[in-house]
């Protein structure tokens, strides 16, 4: 009963108060939501990585030319063009490993292409026909090129979906010409709409033969990356440590120091994925936990000003008999209840503004999970009543110490 009559007499003085109750859970209220906030956007920015990743497959192994250091990526991923990497590399390894199923060289531009008085600008993708396989597409009309186009450098091309839209609207695209660099294509084929894979909407792009990106488009005779498509997730170790002995033969590479490729597979990207998201998210929840630091030092403020406001009460409380354990409930449990209404306002705005996040991201194309974490609502309630007897035991000791007949006489 008494705690129940406490609690009432807490919420009685918040409606009373309420600018300066406002004003005192606002350090918790900004905390909580950030630590609601950073944790659901963190574990979406995963889900977001993790689907990309799971789009383009769980059985690929990647090539990238360069070497990377033991806790970073190759350099290529910087931007660096390096031309170590050849499309006769992936051919023999394609060729001498039984358990690759496809491989692709890759090279990508982005361009301007047009069709009868109608530009768009495009990614251009440079690869073999292996890609419908490793991608696990297909053509909606016509075919994808064959090896035949590859072997000689043909000018013919694969459009994307909204590239279809947006040069051929309501047409058939079969046999017409497009212009990329101002060379005529043949159009042979349509894919089917894949969206956004690995962070690239191949929806508007087209393909061409890799020779072809090689010798008409770009005048290099390297590639940007490769993939390979292992036929069983249990021989893709197997395949990496093969495509390294390959690669060393064929780069004249004597000790595994100076490798001047990089060789990944999607199951041990998630793995890296899954250690820096979570130390991201540690980082981060550390940040906002300092704002919750803030609040609580704001509670006891306030606190201890209602301790001063409040002396009168305090002394008629033990002069009818109160004693000191009541008054330092009291006070706790008046500081527990504004901690809490803070944190509750602040798990509420966190997650409607996870909330909104979600449906932005997703609109833009990306498929983003709405994610609030059982963890992240303990670990604030938690936090919030840890700090809520951390600073509320100095005030409410205070109230406690002092003599019910000075206090009756305080004015």
Same mark, same amino acid.
């Given at each position: 009963m008494v705690i129940r009559d406490t609690i009432k007499m807490s919420l009685k003085n918040l409606r009373i108060n309420k600018m300066r109750s406002f004003l005192t859970m606002l350090g918790i209220i900004i905390g909580i939501s950030s630590v609601i906030l950073i944790t659901s956007v963190v574990a979406g920015a995963e889900s977001l990585i993790v689907n990309q990743v799971q789009g383009i497959g769980s059985n690929l192994i990647g090539v990238l030319p360069g070497a990377s250091e033991q806790d970073g990526p190759p350099a290529a991923v910087f931007g660096i063009v390096i031309t170590s990497l050849k499309d006769d590399d992936v051919e023999e390894i394609k060729e001498k490993l039984p358990h690759i199923i496809a @491989?692709?060289? /890759?090279?990508?531009?982005?361009?301007?292409i047009s069709a009868e008085n109608v530009q768009t600008t495009v990614t251009v993708f440079g690869v073999s026909p292996d890609y419908p396989n490793i991608a696990e597409t297909s053509t909606q009309i016509g075919n994808f090129f064959v090896e035949e186009d590859k072997a000689s450098a043909n000018r013919?091309?694969?459009?994307?979906?909204?590239?279809?839209?947006?040069?051929?609207? &309501?047409?058939?695209?079969? &046999?017409?010409?497009?212009?990329?660099?101002?060379?005529? /294509?043949?159009?042979? &084929?349509? %894919?089917?709409s894949q969206g956004v894979v690995g962070f690239q909407n191949v929806d508007n792009a087209v393909f061409i033969p890799i020779t072809t990106a090689q010798k008409r488009l770009l005048g290099i005779n390297y590639v940007g990356f490769a993939r390979f498509k292992v036929d069983k997730e249990e021989n893709i170790a197997e395949t990496v440590d093969g495509i390294k002995i390959i690669l060393r033969e064929r780069h004249n590479i004597d000790n595994p120091t100076g490798d001047d490729f990089t060789v990944e597979n999607t199951a041990a990207a998630l793995e890296v994925l899954g250690s820096i998201t @979570?130390?991201?998210?540690?980082?981060?929840?550390?940040?906002a936990g300092i704002s919750l630091i803030v609040g609580g030092i704001g509670i006891m403020n306030i606190m201890l000003a209602a301790v001063t406001e409040r002396i009168k009460e305090i002394g008629l409380r033990k002069a009818v008999g109160a004693t000191?354990?009541?008054?330092?409930?009291?006070?706790?449990i008046e500081t527990v209840?504004?901690?809490?209404? @803070?944190a509750v306002i602040g798990m509420l705005i966190g997650i409607f503004l996870a909330f909104i996040i979600s449906i932005v991201i997703n609109s833009l194309g990306y498929n983003w999970n709405f994610v609030i974490t059982f963890?992240?609502?303990? %670990?604030s309630s938690v936090f919030s009543i840890a700090i809520a007897i951390v600073f509320g035991v100095y005030p409410a000791k205070k109230a406690a110490s002092y003599n019910p007949i000075e206090a009756l006489r305080y004015e």
């Open positions: @491989g692709s060289a /890759y090279l990508t531009a982005t361009e301007i013919v091309v694969v459009l994307g979906s909204e590239v279809l839209d947006n040069l051929f609207p &309501g047409q058939d695209a079969l &046999g017409k010409k497009i212009k990329i660099n101002k060379d005529n /294509y043949t159009v042979v &084929g349509v %894919m089917k @979570g130390a991201l998210n540690a980082f981060l929840v550390a940040i000191s354990r009541n008054i330092i409930t009291q006070f706790l209840v504004i901690t809490l209404t @803070g963890t992240s609502i303990a %670990m």
